[in-house]
C-alpha cells in the first residue's frame, strides 16, 4: 500500500467515523522488519490497512493500539522505543521505535430528516460537511434516489415513516420537511405522543404551528406537551430559494447543538 493509498483509507475510515489508531515506525536501530515511515492503521478488531512488519511486532502493535482504543482517558498519541528480542520476542537483535496516535470519534451528532425534496436535496450535502451522521426518509423514490451515497448518510426509502421513527435514537435531532402537513403531522404527533427528542421541528410557517397546536389539543396531547417543538423551523434569514431556506436549517442546528452538547455553565 503506497502514501496515497493509504491516506485514502485513513480519510474513508475516519469520514465514517471508525475508532482507529495511526501506528508509524518512527525509527530503527540494527535489523528492522519494516523501514522508517512504514504505516498501519489498529481497529479494536486488528489490522486494516498498512503493515510495520507483521508476525510478532505486529501483534504487539495491534494489542497496543486496542488497549488505547478501550481506554476513555486515552486521547494523546504515544511513542515507545521497543528492544525486538527483549520486549517483542522475536530473534533478530535491534530496535524500533514507534508512535501510536488514537482517532477516536466523540459524541456522535445525530440528524433524522423526514422529507427528501427541494429543501433536503440542499440541506443534505450541507450537513454531511459537518461531523454528523444523517438519515433521511421519504416514501418516495423518485427523490431519494437523487441522494448522493455517503458513509454518513443512511437513506430510507419507506411509506411507513412512524416506523423509521420508532427506531431512531433518543438523542436524535429531527425534522419534518415532507411533503406538506398531511404528512408532517401525524410524524409529530407520534414524536410528541411517544418520545422526547432533544431537537423536534417542522418545516412551515407561524400559521401553520398554530393549526398544529390546535390540532394536537384535540388528539388529547397537554397544553405543555402540544407547544415542544419549532415551528418556522430555521433562522429568521434568507429568502424562499431552496438553498438558503436549507443554509437557515443547518443554522439552526448547529445553534440548538450547541445548546445540548455545549451548555454553558
Not at 398544529?212 to 397544553?223: C, K, S, T, V
Not at 434568507?238 to 452538547?261: C, M, T, W, Y
Request: with cysteine; charged share 30%.
Amino acid at each position: 500500500m503506497n502514501f496515497e493509498e493509504f491516506c485514502a483509507r485513513f480519510l474513508e475510515l475516519k469520514t465514517a467515523r471508525v475508532p482507529m489508531v495511526v501506528v508509524t515506525m518512527t525509527g530503527e536501530r540494527g535489523h528492522a522488519p519494516q523501514d522508517v515511515g512504514a504505516r498501519m492503521i489498529a481497529g479494536i478488531d486488528g489490522l486494516i490497512a498498512g503493515t510495520i512488519g507483521g508476525g510478532k511486532i505486529e501483534r504487539k502493535c495491534l494489542d497496543t493500539a486496542r488497549e488505547m482504543l478501550l481506554d476513555p482517558d486515552c486521547r494523546q498519541g504515544r511513542s515507545v522505543t521497543w528492544n525486538l528480542k527483549r520486549d517483542v520476542g522475536m530473534s533478530c537483535g535491534g530496535e524500533v521505535s514507534l508512535f501510536f496516535e488514537p482517532f477516536k470519534p466523540e459524541g456522535e451528532w445525530k440528524i433524522a430528516l423526514f422529507g427528501a425534496g427541494h429543501i433536503v436535496q440542499e440541506l443534505a450535502p450541507l450537513l454531511l460537511r459537518l461531523d454528523c451522521r444523517l438519515t433521511v426518509t421519504d416514501p418516495r423514490a423518485e427523490w431519494t434516489g437523487k441522494l448522493a451515497s455517503h458513509p454518513r448518510l443512511t437513506v430510507n426509502c419507506e411509506p411507513d415513516m412512524i416506523r423509521v421513527m420508532d427506531g431512531l435514537p433518543d438523542d436524535s435531532f429531527v425534522a419534518m420537511i415532507t411533503m406538506g402537513h398531511s404528512t408532517d403531522y401525524p410524524l409529530l404527533r407520534h414524536a410528541l405522543k411517544t418520545r422526547s427528542f432533544p431537537y423536534l421541528a417542522v418545516l412551515g410557517s407561524k400559521v401553520k404551528r398554530i393549526k398544529m397546536e390546535a390540532e394536537l389539543r384535540e388528539d388529547g396531547l397537554e397544553p405543555g406537551r402540544s407547544k415542544e417543538f419549532l415551528c418556522p423551523i430555521g433562522e429568521d434569514y434568507g429568502k424562499n430559494a431552496p438553498s438558503e431556506i436549507a443554509i437557515s436549517i443547518a443554522a439552526d442546528l448547529l445553534r440548538h447543538r450547541q445548546k445540548v452538547f455545549e451548555p454553558k455553565a
